[in-house]
């Protein structure tokens, strides 16, 4: 079965520092990978996806990921946190041959204290 | 660019009542999608469109029926509203071509069935 782990429940950095919300995934074949944030009372906003390429991908506000086809991972990461990244964050697999379908990891909340 | 369209933004039913969360998209994305969101289990797909005349069920299909007569629009309808379905609707599009494109959120619906 196709499934999605963040295994971080919630994580919390202080400002400046830099974070790391880990995702793995069980997927068969090459994934597309997505990464999106949510903010308090507001729908998922798409911040960067892994197609083929180049394992390291940046996205919106500053945030990169790294795909790791042996270890079936793709940590998000950002060299340095701001307070106003706080928010819920979705990691999505889709299945190359399964047209839209995304599954979703139950979500990291992501805590950066000034 | 009104992108993903979702009504109402909130909503509260009574048990056995039936109502229609609407969903339209004016970016001609042939897939669309209706998931929940539940606390600590991500978003949870429920059924799927990969084009006008074509739907199909998700993870959690069980109380809800869908159609889509266009492309733009995706309805979403409780037949019989139970209170386990209390959660968090949220209706994505994407495209499914050639392009991998991330798929597009709409702002929610907050349904509480009492």
């Known amino acids: 079965a196709q499934s999605v782990a963040q295994p971080e429940d919630q994580v919390n950095v202080a400002e400046g520092n830099p974070l790391t919300v880990k995702c793995t995934y069980s997927v068969s074949g090459n994934p597309y990978l997505f990464w999106y944030v949510q903010y308090p009372n507001r729908g998922l906003q798409f911040l960067l996806k892994y197609i083929t390429g180049d394992n390291l991908v940046k996205g919106s506000y500053g945030f990169e990921a790294e795909f790791n086809k042996s270890q079936t991972s793709f940590h998000l990461k950002k060299p340095s946190a701001l307070v106003s990244d706080s928010a819920l964050y979705f990691c999505a697999v889709r299945d190359r041959n399964q047209g839209g379908k995304l599954i979703f990891g139950q979500g990291t909340e992501l805590s950066v204290k000034p | 660019n009104a992108g993903v369209t979702q009504t109402p933004k909130f909503q509260v039913l009574k048990t056995g009542q039936s109502m229609t969360l609407q969903c339209a998209q004016d970016?001609?994305?042939?897939?669309m999608s209706w998931y929940r969101q539940d606390p600590g289990m991500g978003l949870r797909l429920i059924h799927y469109?990969?084009?006008?005349?074509?739907?199909d069920q998700g993870e959690v299909p069980n109380g809800y029926n869908v159609s889509r007569s266009t492309t733009e629009d995706f309805p979403l309808r409780l037949l019989s509203a139970a209170p386990s379905q209390t959660s968090v609707y949220f209706c994505a599009s994407s495209l499914t071509g050639v392009e991998v494109t991330e798929a597009f959120f709409g702002q929610g619906t907050r349904l509480t069935v009492v």
């Open positions: 970016m001609n994305h042939e897939y």
């Open positions: 469109s990969v084009g006008a005349g074509i739907t």
